[in-house]
C-alpha cells in the first residue's frame, strides 16, 4: 500500500478521527518505514507548535471604553426621581391609614359615636373608617392596588364631600367634624396620584417593549 494511504490514515489518529487503514496495518507500516515515521514526527511537532502558539498581544482597551462611558446613564436621574416621589407617596399614605385607624378605633372599642350617636351606628361608623383605612394601607403597601381601590374611594368620598357640605349648610354638623373628613380627601389625592404614575409606568413599559 502507498506511504500517502498511511500518511493519511496517522494525521486522522493524530486528530482524533476515524483512519481508513486498521491500526494494527498502520503500526506495522510505520515500524517498517523510516519515511512515514519521520514525516509522522515533523507533522505532529507542526500540529502541537498550531495548538500551543501563543496569543497575539491585544491593547488593553478598558480605560478607553470606561472613559467614554457617560458619567451616569440616560433617565437614571429622572428613574431617582421618580422612586423618590412614589416613596414619598405611600409614606404619606401610610401615615393617612395609621390616621383613619385612630379614627375608627374609639367607636369600635367603646361604641363612642360622633354627636352621641347610637351604639350600633358608631360601630358602622368605625367599621367603616377601619374599611377605609385598611384600603390605603394596602395601597401604601401595594401601590399597584391602587388603582383597584379608587373607584370605592372616590365614590365613598364623593359622596361624602356632597352630603357634608349640604349637612353644613343646614347645620347638621359641625365644622370640626367636617374637617375631619379632609383626611379622607387626603387619602383620596395621594391614592389617584399613585394609580396614575403607575399607569403612566405602565404604559411607557409597553412602549419601550413594542419598540424592542
Given at each position: 500500500m502507498h506511504c500517502d494511504v498511511y500518511r493519511e490514515a496517522a494525521s486522522?489518529?493524530?486528530?482524533?478521527?476515524g483512519s481508513p487503514v486498521p491500526a494494527s496495518a498502520l503500526d506495522a507500516h510505520l515500524a517498517g518505514c523510516p519515511a512515514c515515521t519521520g514525516w509522522l514526527a515533523a507533522a505532529g511537532l507542526v500540529t502541537r507548535r498550531a495548538r500551543l502558539a501563543p496569543a497575539p498581544a491585544v491593547p488593553d482597551l478598558t480605560a478607553a471604553v470606561l472613559?467614554?462611558?457617560p458619567a451616569r446613564l440616560p433617565g437614571?436621574?429622572?428613574?431617582?426621581?421618580?422612586?423618590l416621589v412614589t416613596t414619598a407617596l405611600r409614606l404619606l399614605l401610610l401615615a393617612v391609614g395609621v390616621a383613619q385607624v385612630g379614627l375608627a378605633t374609639p367607636s369600635l372599642v367603646f361604641?363612642?359615636?360622633a354627636m352621641s350617636a347610637p351604639v350600633h351606628m358608631a360601630h358602622e361608623t368605625g367599621a367603616w373608617n377601619l374599611g377605609l383605612a385598611v384600603a390605603f394601607l394596602a395601597c401604601a403597601a401595594a401601590p399597584r392596588l391602587a388603582a383597584g381601590a379608587?373607584?370605592?374611594?372616590?365614590?365613598f368620598t364623593g359622596v361624602l364631600t356632597v352630603m357634608t357640605v349640604t349637612d353644613?349648610?343646614?347645620?347638621h354638623v359641625t365644622a370640626d367634624r367636617a374637617t375631619g373628613h379632609l383626611l379622607l380627601l387626603a387619602g383620596l389625592v395621594v391614592t389617584a396620584v399613585l394609580a396614575w404614575r403607575g399607569r403612566r409606568r405602565r404604559a411607557v413599559g409597553a412602549g419601550f417593549r413594542v419598540l424592542a
Open positions: 486522522a489518529r493524530m486528530d482524533g478521527e472613559g467614554a462611558l437614571a436621574a429622572a428613574a431617582a426621581r421618580s422612586r361604641g363612642e359615636g379608587l373607584p370605592f374611594l372616590a365614590t353644613l349648610g343646614a347645620g
